[in-house]
Structures are given as structure tokens and as C-alpha cells.
């Protein structure tokens, strides 16, 4: 009794296998990276992946599996892995994934409550990434994690895009991605070979010596192989080692003696193999193996009367035989099957005429589509069924829906792909033009949007032509070409269309003419409100905001506020994001603080706009800088350039970094200054002012080291080169640098005009140092009176500005000290114990330098406050004897940072640490606690 071959043992791949070991063995010590196994059909490229996965999982690593098929849709191989590892939410709880949930969720549906949006000035396959990378971190562990990819032949852009990102970003995490991918299918095999970051492992065809080894591993009968039966078999597989296995297994089920080779009737190669399988079948089980091979690699065998017009129990019967003959097995999901090697399928459809392949396959492709709701799989499947049946058309409209579907979340290559594959199925499709327009304006591709668009205009005429010249012109707006979006306008000829005025008035504001601009908002918002275009009026009321935003904040407020209600109405939630962005930019300019920008940054987390959500949090990292000194705006300011840098928005890193020099100038750290002012100078795209503004951030240096002229020179410098640049962001630079103009009495009422008719004098911080600089310039000249008036005026602009107030109260100290007006010791006093507390130690020592200078013995302190013994005894500093005292009055955390000119976090800072040398664990038992402590200090 003969046996059939025993389950795979690898056999000839030693070397190869042991590459893949290695890279296994390189995660646990903390090296990823991305291995890329190629080959033809049946060398055994899933046989090596297998073997590794095994590997893999017997080390302790989490191992994901998953695997393309054709027209499989966005990140189908990426989703086929997670699913299966991933189906709890909770594991997108940690901080660090909270940005990419969103992103996320295009990977494991269900992970986020709002869709992700396409955002233009981010790369959706970066973000989806830089998310994907930090998820399999945490899948991982400490021990790491291994995801295996089969049939990347078959994959899609965005796919493909991913595993790009992964390779030049796992090296130094505990991540291995292994996948397989075909040498006849080069476009998809040649990508990612290209990529330096990718180890290729090439499998070639067997030899004698491998294929003897083989076979001897597959036999499991007490004779030995004859030299003539292996000549046989090395001769008809041709080195290849599914076909060794495949010939061997047939004459194992045949049970043909082997000691006569003429009388072995070995087939010449795999294709005669099967149809002599084929042959020993009856007329119906052969149709359903036909059905079978025409519905694709996985078989769902409900589908199969349908293709096969048979009736059940003959399909049944029909797959039994097949199982029998070594064509179908089992799959891994109830009710499929699949064939036991694609080359068997490949065999069969060769069998298969023109005409005969046509029908099954249209009856296989409207198989798929019975009934409604078909899932994305089956529309897929159906396309491929439609390009063979020959219905192009057919075909185009399903790749469309596919299309559509990837471009809702953010696989913007997957669908210009797709498009592009319509398009050449059906080339008269009437909107694919515009659609690709749209994809590729969104991905950033705006040359090839232009490309695709003008080659169909000349094909198109009516409102089709309207809608792709819109569309241009829309793409010419986001590549800032404002003749050429004006251009496209012409050509559309749809003046009536609120379109046509909305355009027209971003292009004019782009060419700086706001009043033109502002005007033809105002018409746009007209017509998109009578003709019931929400989108329209959303943009032109944000062009009217942004054409008021610097000549009346109010009225921009006004208009952003508008945009943001139409938005929230219609439910167009980027537009509302955009709005409420800019207008908690003006609200910004008073209070450093917004509840409207927070909710804009809660929606763009949301929906995965982390691009909006940077923007969002380099304003805030200036506010933090502001409110609450040095550290906490260096602190913000890492945080947002790493998220920044994650998502290769470098424009914003740069940024950042900026502000992250500033707050080490304001610590007086020259070399944390330097190197953060030479990282964001290297940054692609990094904006003008990271080199026309690096001056002023050096001057923080000088500044607060009380080197009023080196300072002075630095901001000349920097607020020269950003003013002859056109740059009017409102940076608190501006501010100082009148101020410490007037201070110094050089060119100090040129610098204060300056200020005044800027677009900066908008922020409460400039308009506060103009101020205090007016009020230097009244004490000179002797108008006592009138300069308390301006400082208190300038004082009052900034209630919650606590680090920026000291500053500029420090600088305008030194000019009342010398020229005898005012109080300048009550404010340096508060300013003192302000930076002694925070841990400001320069601007601390020039407070104490200044106090001298004004004839004031000042002790070394952080705090004005005796400390009794028993307090002191347990750790209680003067500072925390200032704030315990003002806790006992019942002062709330806001009013003691009032009372003391310190940020409300210094005084929770301070309230924390009290409670916990206390042993008390509420503010109610600290105030008793307090009280006691009066009465035993009184106490003889």
C-alpha cells in the first residue's frame, strides 16, 4: 500500500532559509527590517515564509499574516494581517497612536468614529505609516513582531507605498516584515527591489542534487528510487519544486510501479499532469472544476451553481472528485475552497476555449454582484471577470466605485491606479478624467494632474468640460499657479457658477489684491448660498476672512465664525476645521489660549488631518513659551516637531524647532539654541523665516544675560530681514525689539512706528511691549504720569501671559530705574520671585542686578515667606510657604498665581508637592494643616 507524500520539509533552500533566520534572530536585539523573497510560480517562495513564521513564532515573536490578491483593493494584504491579529480597540489607546487612529482605521475598520480625510499637504501613506510603525511597536512588545506577506504581486500602490515606508523606517525597531512577491510581475517586484532599504532573497530552480533530495523526503515505500525514475523526474519539472511534488503525488495516488520507467507515463511538465487529472473526471464534476478555476484562487462553492448551471448536489459531488484529484483543498474560511497550487489553476484555464472562458466568466462576474451590497472582495473579483468576458465598460464602472472607495480612505495611489486601469478599458468614460484629476491633486502630483486634464479637454465638451476646468482650476489654486487656475476658469465659461467667483477670489488674494478679493468673496458667498453650494460658500467666507484677518480682526472673526456654522451644518468637516483653525488664530492674538482651536484639533484628530493637528500645535507651542516661560515651550515644541517629523511635515518641524531654540535662548543654553537653530535650517521646505528669523532667536541670549546692544543689533537684524520678506506672523520679536529700541534710546520712535502700523501690533504681546516702550519714552522725557498709565495699560493686556509679562516688565525696569519714575521694585520683587520659582536663573540674577542698581539688598531666595521649623523640617521651601499662606486665605489656584505673578501650573506645581510633604490629601485638610502651623509657630 503506497502513501501519499508527507507534509513539507524544506528542502534546498539552507541558505536562503538562514538569511531569513538571521533577520528573525536581528529583531530580538532590536533590528527590523523588510525582506523581499522573489522568484517564479511554485519555487517556493510561501514554502520559505511558512518555514520562517514557524521560526518566528517558536522565538516568542507575534506573528501577522496576510496576502494580496488581484484587484484586492487598498492595503488589502496589510488588513488580511491585522484582522487577524487585532480585533480588540483597546490596543489604540496609548498617547502615542491617539494621532493616527484615524489613519488607522483604514487598516482595521471599527479602530474611529469619523472617517479619515485626504489632506493635500500631507502624505496619507506617510501618516498611515508613521501609525502602522507605532502599532506594530506595541503589538510587539518587548519581544517584537514579525509580518508575513505572500503574493505582494499582486498588491496595490498604496500597499506597496507602505512597505516602503516600513523598510526605511523598522531598522532600529523590533520589527520584520517578510513578503514574497513573482518575477513575472515585475512592476510590483522591481519597486520594492529597487529600494536600497529591502533585502532581496532570490529563489532559483532546483538542481539534480535538490530535486533527488526532494523527492527522497516525498517517498514514503520501503523500495528505493531508481536512477532512470529520477531522470524522469528532473527531466519532465524542470527544476521546478511544486511540479516535483505534483508529479510524485500522481503516480503515488495511481500506484504505477516505478521499477519500469517506459512504463511510467510521467507527463511532460504540469499542465499535462492536470489534465490527465482532468481526463479521469465525469462531464459535470469537470464543469465545476472549470467554475471553479474561472471564479479564482478562493472558491466560495455557493457560487458555483450559478456559474456552472448545475445543481447543487452535482457541484457538491463535483468538488469531492476534485478534492480527490489533488486540485481543490479546504481553505482556511467555512464554505471555501482553494486550488492546491495557482499554477494547477493556471493549468486548468489553459484548458479552457476563448468563447467557453468568456461565458463562465460573465456569469461568474454577475455571480459576485447577485444581490445588493456586494463587498469590496466580490466587486474586484468582478472586474477581472468582466475584463476577460470582454465588457471594458462594465469593467471601468466597477474600477470607478473601487476608486472611490480608496480615495474615502486616503489611498490615493490604489485609486489613480485603479482610474488609470478604467481608463484604458474604457476610454470614452466621461468621468474618469476628472477623477483622476481630483486623486492626483490630492496626492500632491500636480503636474500630472495638469497632464491628465488637458489631454481630455479637447475630448470633452458641456458641462462635462465645465467640471474638469473646475477641477483644474481647483489644482492650479493648491499648486499656487494663479494665471493658470484663472486660465481653466476662462475655459469653463461658468460665470453664473459660484465656483467661477470663489476661485476668482482666492487667485486675486494670491496675486495680493485683497480688495479685489474681498469683493468677489462676497459675491461668491451670494451665489453658492442661492444655489445651495455649502463648499463654495465655506471657501469664499474663509478668502473674506482672511482678506479682514489683518485690518479688521473683527470682521475676520466674523467670517471664519460664519464658515465654520455652514461647515458644521453640512457636515463637511475639513472645511470646519479650517475655519475654526483660523479663527482660534485671531483669538489667539488676546488671550494666548483657545477653546475654538482645541475643538479644531480634537476634529482633526478625529478624522486624521494630522497635518491641521501640527498646525494647531506650533501655534500652541508659542503660547506655551509665552504663559509659562522656557520649559514648557521647549517641551511643546519637541513634542510637535517629532509628530511633525513622523509625518514629513517638515515645514512645521522646522518650525518648531525654531521655537525650541527660542525657549533654550530664553534659558540662556547657547549650545541647546545653536543645535535646534542648525536642525531646523536643515530641514526640506523649511519656510524663509527659519533663516530670516534665526537673529531674533539668537537674541534671546543676550537678552536675557542683560546684554541690551548685542541684543538690539541681533533683532535689528532678524525683524529687517523677516519685515523685507513680507512676513507679517506676529511673533513676540517684534515687540522686543521696540522695546528694547526705546530702552537702549536708539532709534526708538522709528522702531515703535514700525510697530504700530505692523500686522504684528495685532497680538496682545506686541501691543503690550508698544506699551511699555510708549511708557519708557514718556519717564525720559518726563511725563511721569502718563508713563504709569501706559505700563498699566501694557500690564493689563496680559493677565495670562505670565512668562512674556516678566520679560517686558524686567526690560522696561531697568529704563524706570534710571530714569526715576514709577515703581520699579515692587515689579522686579514679583518679577524675582516669579523666575526664582519657575527656574529662570538668568533673568533671576539680572532681577537681583536691577534691584541693586535701585539701592535694594536683596537676599538669595525663592520666596519671600519665613518657613517655620517644623515645616521647614519636612522639606517646605519659602516658595511653598508663600503659596500654603495664600491657600489658607481659600485662594484659588488662579488668584494665588495672581497674587504672586505665577503661571496657575507653577502654583499646582507647587499645591501638589505640599500636600505630598504634608501627608494631607486634599486642599480642605492643607488649609488646617496650615492653620495649625500658624498657631504652633505662635505658640511659646
Known amino acids: ?117 485626504a489632506e493635500p499637504a500631507v502624505d496619507s501613506v506617510v501618516v498611515l505609516g508613521e501609525g502602522l510603525l507605532r502599532l506594530l511597536r506595541r503589538v510587539g512588545g518587548d519581544t517584537g513582531c514579525v509580518v508575513v506577506l505572500d503574493d505582494l504581486h499582486w498588491a496595490d500602490a498604496d500597499s506597496l507605498a507602505l512597505l516602503e515606508f516600513l523598510a526605511g523606517a523598522v531598522g532600529t525597531s523590533r520589527i520584520l516584515v517578510l513578503g514574497a512577491a513573482r518575477t513575472d510581475e515585475r512592476w510590483a517586484r522591481d519597486r520594492l527591489v529597487a529600494n536600497e532599504d529591502v533585502l532581496t532573497v532570490a529563489l532559483d530552480r532546483f538542481d539534480r542534487e535538490d530535486i533527488v533530495a526532494l523527492l527522497t523526503s516525498r517517498w514514503h515505500q520501503e523500495a528505493q528510487l531508481s536512477p532512470e525514475f529520477e531522470d524522469v523526474i528532473v527531466a519532465r519539472s524542470e527544476g521546478v519544486p511544486l511540479v516535483v511534488e505534483e508529479l510524485l503525488a500522481g503516480l503515488v495516488e495511481s500506484g504505477a510501479p516505478t521499477s519500469d520507467v517506459q512504463q511510467l507515463g510521467v507527463p511532460a511538465g504540469l499542465t499535462a499532469l492536470v489534465a490527465r487529472r482532468l481526463a479521469a473526471l465525469t462531464e459535470d464534476q469537470r464543469k465545476v472544476v472549470h467554475a471553479a478555476a474561472v471564479l479564482g484562487r478562493e472558491v466560495d462553492w455557493a457560487l458555483l451553481p450559478l456559474v456552472s448551471t448545475l445543481d447543487e448536489d452535482a457541484v457538491l459531488g463535483g468538488l469531492r472528485a476534485a478534492a480527490d484529484s489533488h486540485l481543490l483543498v479546504p481553505a482556511g474560511s467555512p464554505g471555501r475552497l482553494s486550488w492546491r497550487h495557482g499554477l494547477i489553476r493556471d493549468a486548468v484555464l489553459t484548458m479552457l476555449g476563448p468563447g467557453e472562458h468568456s461565458v463562465l466568466a460573465r456569469r461568474a462576474a454577475e455571480a459576485h454582484l447577485n444581490g445588493t451590497g456586494a463587498a469590496q472582495d466580490d466587486i474586484a473579483a468582478a472586474v477581472e471577470l468582466f475584463v476577460v468576458a470582454g465588457d471594458g465598460p462594465r469593467a471601468a464602472q466597477l474600477l470607478t466605485d473601487l476608486a472611490r472607495q480608496a480615495i474615502a480612505v486616503g489611498a490615493l495611489g490604489t485609486a489613480d491606479e485603479q482610474l488609470e486601469y478604467a481608463v484604458r478599458l474604457a476610454p470614452s468614460g466621461s468621468d474618469l478624467a476628472a477623477e483622476r484629476v481630483r486623486v492626483q491633486t490630492l496626492s500632491g502630483r500636480m503636474d500630472a494632474a495638469f497632464a491628465t486634464g488637458d489631454a481630455a479637454l479637447g475630448m470633452m465638451s458641456g458641462d462635462r468640460h465645465a467640471e474638469l476646468c473646475f477641477q483644474l482650476a481647483q489644482a492650479a489654486l493648491a499648486a499656487g499657479r494663479w494665471d493658470r487656475a484663472s486660465g481653466y476658469l476662462e475655459r469653463a465659461g461658468r460665470p453664473a457658477d459660484a465656483r467661477t467667483p470663489a476661485i476668482d477670489a482666492d487667485v486675486a488674494f494670491g496675486n495680493g489684491q485683497v480688495s479685489e478679493a474681498a469683493e468677489l468673496a462676497h459675491r461668491a458667498v451670494q451665489q453658492a448660498e442661492r444655489d445651495d453650494m455649502p463648499e463654495q460658500c465655506c471657501a469664499a467666507l474663509e478668502v473674506l476672512g482672511r482678506c479682514a484677518r489683518e485690518t479688521d480682526p473683527e470682521a475676520a472673526a466674523a467670517a471664519f465664525r460664519r464658515a465654520a456654522q455652514v461647515a458644521a451644518d453640512h457636515a463637511l468637516t475639513p472645511a ?266 538668568q533673568l533671576a540674577r539680572t532681577c537681583r542686578t536691577l534691584l541693586r542698581r535701585a539701592g535694594v539688598t536683596v537676599r538669595r531666595g525663592r520666596g519671600s515667606a519665613a518657613v517655620p521649623p517644623a515645616l521647614r523640617a519636612i522639606g517646605v521651601t519659602s516658595r511653598e510657604m508663600d503659596v500654603l499662606g495664600l491657600v489658607a486665605d481659600r485662594l484659588t489656584n488662579q488668584q494665588v498665581a495672581e497674587r504672586l505673578f505665577l503661571s496657575p501650573r507653577t502654583v499646582e506645581t507647587h499645591v501638589t508637592n505640599l500636600l505630598a510633604k504634608t501627608g494631607t490629601t486634599s486642599r480642605a485638610e492643607l488649609v488646617a494643616y496650615a492653620a495649625r502651623a500658624d498657631r504652633d509657630a505662635l505658640s511659646p
Open 576 to 841: 470646519r476645521i479650517s475655519a475654526l483653525l483660523a479663527l482660534g488664530t485671531i483669538e489667539l492674538l488676546d488671550s494666548e489660549s483657545s477653546a475654538t482651536l482645541m475643538e479644531a484639533r480634537r476634529l482633526a484628530l478625529d478624522c486624521g488631518m494630522l497635518g491641521r493637528v501640527c498646525d494647531i500645535d506650533q501655534l500652541l507651542t508659542d503660547c506655551a513659551l509665552v504663559v509659562d516661560g522656557p520649559a514648557a515651550g521647549e517641551s511643546a515644541g519637541r513634542r510637535t516637531a517629532e509628530l511633525a517629523a513622523g509625518i514629513r511635515l517638515y515645514r512645521v518641524q522646522a518650525m518648531t524647532e525654531m521655537m525650541v531654540a527660542s525657549g533654550a535662548g530664553a534659558r540662556g543654553d547657547l549650545a541647546a539654541m545653536a543645535a535646534a537653530l542648525d536642525a531646523a535650517a536643515r530641514r526640506p521646505d523649511a519656510p524663509f523665516e527659519v533663516t530670516a528669523g534665526r537673529p531674533c532667536i539668537e537674541a534671546m541670549v543676550p537678552l536675557v544675560g542683560h546684554d541690551l546692544p548685542r541684543a538690539g543689533e541681533l533683532l535689528d537684524l532678524g525683524i529687517g530681514a523677516l519685515a523685507a520678506r513680507g512676513s507679517s506672523a506676529p511673533i513676540g520679536h517684534w515687540g522686543l525689539w521696540a522695546l528694547v529700541r526705546t530702552v537702549l534710546d536708539d532709534r526708538g520712535a522709528e522702531a515703535r512706528e514700525t510697530l504700530r502700523h505692523a500686522p504684528p501690533v495685532m497680538r496682545a504681546i506686541n501691543r503690550a511691549a508698544l506699551d511699555f516702550a510708549d511708557a519708557v519714552a514718556a519717564g525720559r522725557a518726563g511725563r511721569s504720569a502718563e508713563a504709569i498709565v501706559l505700563l498699566a495699560a501694557g500690564t493689563d493686556l496680559l493677565p495670562s501671559q505670565h512668562w512674556w509679562r516678566r520679560l517686558l516688565l524686567l526690560l522696561t525696569a531697568e529704563a524706570m530705574i534710571a530714569d526715576g519714575w514709577g515703581d520699579p521694585v515692587s515689579l522686579l520683587r514679583a518679577d524675582l520671585t516669579a523666575f526664582e520659582a519657575d527656574g529662570d536663573d
Open 1 to 117: 500500500m503506497t502513501a501519499a507524500p508527507g507534509p513539507s520539509a524544506l528542502i534546498g533552500r539552507d541558505k536562503e532559509a538562514a538569511v531569513l533566520r538571521r533577520a528573525v534572530d536581528g529583531v530580538s536585539s532590536g533590528t527590523g527590517g523588510v525582506v523581499l523573497v522573489t522568484g517564479e510560480a511554485g519555487i517556493g517562495k510561501s514554502r520559505l515564509l511558512r518555514e520562517a513564521a514557524r521560526y518566528a513564532a517558536e522565538a516568542g515573536l507575534t506573528v501577522m499574516s496576510g496576502r494580496a490578491v488581484p484587484q484586492g483593493g487598498a492595503y488589502r494584504p496589510l488588513v488580511d494581517a491585522l484582522l487577524g491579529q487585532l480585533r480588540d480597540a483597546t490596543v489604540t489607546e496609548s498617547p502615542d497612536l491617539r494621532p493616527f487612529r484615524s489613519a488607522l482605521s483604514r487598516l482595521i475598520p471599527g479602530w474611529s468614529g469619523s472617517d479619515p480625510v
